[in-house]
């Protein structure tokens, strides 16, 4: 998020890897290897975000001694190969981009997504053979996304731009929350979750997950099925109307008008 520095990655006994990164950076420290982190500038502090699946780890095992002070090698995965963290990567079916270290977000490469809504240009980022991911994603101006739900544990940072977003509960009446660049928001289990641009940039968000398709744990392709056939996302078709008229009313008060495409509703009146 700030600043830039090294770090240095390590199993018992083998010699010690350091590589750079900066602001846009993101890696994964392979499962269970030492690693420290090293400021670079001797003025500016650095600011990072990490996503761990600790807390259900230790909720599976309950003992600090076994998973605090294990010196399972998971060889597989990281050996000491020196090359691991050059940002090497391979791009995969499903928008993926998988690798070990990527130097800057920024400049990474998005796929058209347009699945969840008109314009939209997603990557999916697997590290170091995990089974959390990431996605970075990328909005224009005026558009909406379909709502849709999956398990806890995703965590959306802001990266630019401005609107809100919708939560519900099934059955419930929608929340609002607004929300700019540097903002971050975690959707409750279940809860349908819609995005929302009122700004006159693209939006980026970035998110941080529990899951990915390299090592999946269920329902990922849920998420981009229709409720109408037992999946887990909204159509524009099947949303309630309200949805889109609040919608097109907050962007007139910018000045702004709605790109969407224009909708036939098929059970709402
Ligand atoms: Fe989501």
Same mark, same amino acid.
Do not use: H, L, M
């Given at each position: 998020m700030r600043g830039n520095g090294t770090t240095t990655v390590w199993n018992e006994g083998q010699k010690p890897l350091t590589f750079e990164w900066k602001r846009g950076s993101m890696f994964s420290p392979p499962i269970n290897t030492w690693h420290q982190h090293f400021n670079g500038s001797g003025a500016e502090p650095v600011r990072y975000v990490a996503l761990t699946n600790a807390p259900a780890v230790f909720n599976m095992f309950h003992s600090h001694e076994f998973i605090m002070d294990n010196p399972f090698r998971f060889k597989e995965r990281f050996? /000491?190969?020196?090359?691991?963290?050059?940002g090497k990567g391979t791009s995969r079916p499903g928008l993926v981009w998988e690798s070990?270290?990527?130097?800057d977000i920024v400049n990474l490469n998005l796929h058209e997504?347009?699945? *969840? /809504?008109?314009g939209l240009r997603q990557v999916e980022m697997e590290l170091s053979s995990n089974t959390l991911s990431s996605h970075l994603n990328d909005s224009p101006v005026g558009v909406y996304k379909k709502a849709h739900r999956h398990g806890p544990g995703a965590y959306i940072i802001v990266l630019g731009g401005r609107g809100y977003t919708l939560m519900w509960r099934e059955g419930q009446k929608w929340q609002r929350f607004d929300w700019g660049a540097g903002s971050m928001m975690s959707p409750p289990n279940r809860w349908f979750h819609q995005h929302f641009n009122l700004g006159r940039e693209n939006i980026r968000q970035l998110a941080l997950k /529990?899951?990915?398709? *390299?090592?999946?744990? /269920?329902?990922?392709e849920q998420m981009f099925k229709s409720t109408e056939t037992g999946g887990d996302m909204i159509e524009f078709e099947d949303e309630d109307p309200a949805i889109r008229e609040m919608y097109v009313e907050e962007l007139k008060k910018e000045g702004l008008e709605l790109k969407n495409l224009p909708v036939t509703y098929r059970k709402h009146a």
């Open positions: 050996d /000491g190969d020196t090359e691991f963290f050059s070990n270290f990527i130097p997504f347009s699945v *969840k /809504g008109p /529990g899951w990915g398709q *390299k090592f999946p744990i /269920g329902g990922w």
